[in-house]
């Protein structure tokens, strides 16, 4: 889920179909790592067998000749995790899947995952920004693909009515789905660019109609400002799901800010917005076992920046009763601790970053995308790190682990500009209620992409049982650097 400094998806498409390569210097948004009671369904299982399913878009990907129209590919879980054998394939010319691929629509450009209308299978909401509707040029759609018990399918798939199609372009530019009003319903909330976020309340209609519908400015000034991403979890524990959005600030000393957004009995609360420390990547969850969520922003950008650090970083802001601890910021950079390699410019340390319990112990664990680290001379080969949640927060010390293509056991080879670590993404893929860590290489084989997998013994994470799924695999077209594996949910 590749988050990177944009003023709009409009100038992205430009960047695609001009150089082929997105994720590198734009980006796109994506859904949530986790949410709390996102809906009464089984959380990512598109077809109710029990296992969580893995989304993974390709956002860029040319779909009958058409550049950039995008496609995305569910692999469904099962005790030996995901393999490209069982899958779905699903574009704007599948059957059922309103509208039409085009050419830079960016189908899959930002996922949420949850139940939307009840009925006990995990439904996809998936984004086309860069859609033309009714004239209007960029005006984006948001689209739900519902579960069943054969999968994920566009039979009977719904287009949510754009709330006001005349304020903003590039409806969907973020995702998010979480039960923000805790009725046990999934939520949606949705980002354009402008600066108000829309949120669809849960029990919708298989025609996409939602309960309810509200929106909510926020606070940032500046014609062509817009929101980049949304990350719902719970921070306190009231049984609600928080939202944080993240959105773009030109006149601001650093041009992504972010807002916290608590959940309530009536949904999403504006008036009690708190902003907190820029940077572009969210993860919320427990990494202290104390019970609340804590808030992970990477921070990759160069020291060009103010405030930024050479290399990247990763800021860990603690959560409590009341909401995030803005006086309570732990920093981990490549020289904390036992962390592999050193802050060099470029590397993009916090390029992306993902909370999951590896172990079972109660406390989220953290993988940190690392996507342009040379490895062994080798240029933006990419890395990921891997640290562990206790009681005094992430432990830079112990228990680190660090993998590359030329890790023992990891499937494929460092190869220059892979971008290994452009997406990491938790979640239990084979049933044993432990976190399995996918990967994306976002510009394997010249932009192909491809995701790696790596499971959970119940202790660590280990390479036994990894799998590599390339894009002419899971049925992507490799034509036009499609970037598979740039964004995943589940």
Do not use: C
Not at 167 to 180: I, N, T, V, W
Not at 186 to 195: E, I, N, Q, R, T
Not at 304 to 320: C, D, F, Q
Not at 351 to 360: A, C, K, P, T
Request: hydrophobic share 35%; net charge negative.
């Amino acid at each position: 889920m590749p988050k990177y400094l944009r003023t709009t998806l409009a100038t992205a498409t430009a960047t695609v179909l001009a150089a082929g390569l997105l994720t590198a210097a734009t980006g796109f948004a994506s859904a949530a790592d986790s949410a709390a009671a996102a809906g009464n369904g089984r959380q990512g299982d598109f077809n109710g067998d029990g296992y969580r399913d893995l989304v993974v878009a390709a956002p860029v990907a040319t779909v009958d000749g058409k550049k950039g129209a995008g496609a995305v590919t569910v692999l469904y879980g099962s005790p030996r995790g995901v393999d490209a054998a069982r899958r779905t394939t699903l574009s704007q010319n599948s059957p059922g899947v309103p509208g039409a691929a085009e050419a830079g629509d960016l189908f899959g450009a930002a996922l949420a995952v949850g139940d939307f209308d009840s009925d006990g299978f995990a439904d996809l909401a998936v984004s086309a920004p860069n859609e033309d509707v009714s004239g209007d040029v960029d005006g984006g759609t948001v689209q739900i693909l519902w579960g069943a018990a054969g999968g994920l399918s566009g039979k009977g798939s719904a287009t949510l009515a754009d709330p006001a199609p005349s304020q903003h372009d590039l409806l969907g530019s973020a995702l998010a789905a979480g039960d923000f009003d805790r009725d046990g319903t999934a939520d949606l909330a949705v980002g354009a660019s402008s600066s108000t976020l829309h949120v669809f309340k849960g029990g919708f209609s298989r025609a996409g109609k939602s309960a309810a519908r509200s929106a909510i400015a926020l606070p940032v000034l500046g014609e062509g400002n817009g929101i980049l991403q949304l990350t719902s979890g719970e921070v306190t524990d009231q049984g609600y799901a928080d939202l944080v959005v993240s959105a773009y600030d030109k006149t601001a000393p650093h041009p992504s800010v972010n807002y916290y957004l608590p959940g309530t009995d009536t949904g999403l609360s504006g008036a009690r917005a708190m902003r907190l420390p820029g940077g572009y990547i969210t993860a919320i969850g427990d990494v202290n076992g104390d019970g609340f969520g804590d808030l992970v922003t990477g921070m990759h950008f160069d020291d060009r920046v103010p405030g930024a650090t050479k290399g990247g970083k990763v800021n860990v802001i603690h959560g409590s009763a009341s909401g995030p601890r803005v006086d309570l910021i732990d920093t981990i950079t490549q020289e904390s601790g036992a962390v592999p390699g050193s802050s060099e410019k470029g590397d993009k340390f916090g390029y992306e970053v993902s909370l999951g319990d590896i172990n079972g112990d109660g406390m989220q664990d953290l993988a940190i995308g690392v996507a342009s680290e040379s490895i062994d001379g080798v240029r933006e080969a990419g890395a990921v790190t891997v640290l562990r949640g206790s009681p005094s927060g992430i432990d830079t010390t112990h228990n680190v682990q660090y993998f590359h293509q030329n890790s023992p056991g990891v499937p494929g080879s460092d190869e220059e500009r892979d971008l290994f670590g452009g997406e990491v993404f938790f979640s239990d893929l084979n049933g044993d209620k432990k976190a399995d860590l996918t990967v994306g290489a976002n510009y394997e084989d010249g932009g192909d992409g491809a995701i790696v997998t790596l499971p959970s013994d119940g202790s660590r994470l280990t390479t036994t049982g990894s799998r590599f799924v390339a894009a002419s695999a899971a049925g992507i077209s490799t034509a036009g650097a499609p970037q598979f594996g740039s964004i995943i949910a589940g």
